[in-house]
């Protein structure tokens, strides 16, 4: 599939509201709002795209190789890698302690 098209916008919303479907935030809102409201601040498409998936593959089965699978490109799925929090190796507060310190860093 890669080889025939890149990913877009569109492609990124459907995977989100899929993932998403019938699921709530701790306020009760449903969670696409958050991927659609972040999704539509990006300045550029690839901001966009990265905006709308960036809590797909965290509060998901959908992995980064799907990601690749269905085509998105190499700048997103790095943007993707660098903002997902893995639950499996650090708590939240220590995903953003490093973040803060790599800010920091720079």
């Known amino acids: 599939l890669k080889e025939y098209f890149e990913s877009g916008i569109d492609e990124a919303v459907a995977i989100a509201s899929t993932v998403f479907r019938n699921k709530r935030d701790l306020d009760g809102n449903p969670d696409i ?20 998936l960036h809590d797909v593959v965290e509060d998901s089965d959908v992995t980064f190789e799907d990601l690749d699978e269905y085509g998105f490109s190499a700048e997103v799925l790095e943007a ?6 893995d639950k ?18 720079k």
């Open 80 to 85: 993707l890698k660098l903002l997902t929090h």
């Open 33 to 52: 709002l958050h991927s659609l409201a972040v999704g539509i601040a990006g300045q550029t498409k690839n901001e966009k795209i990265v905006g709308f």
């Open 88 to 105: 499996k190796r650090m708590s939240y507060d220590e995903y953003g302690e490093l973040h803060r310190h790599q800010c920091e860093d």
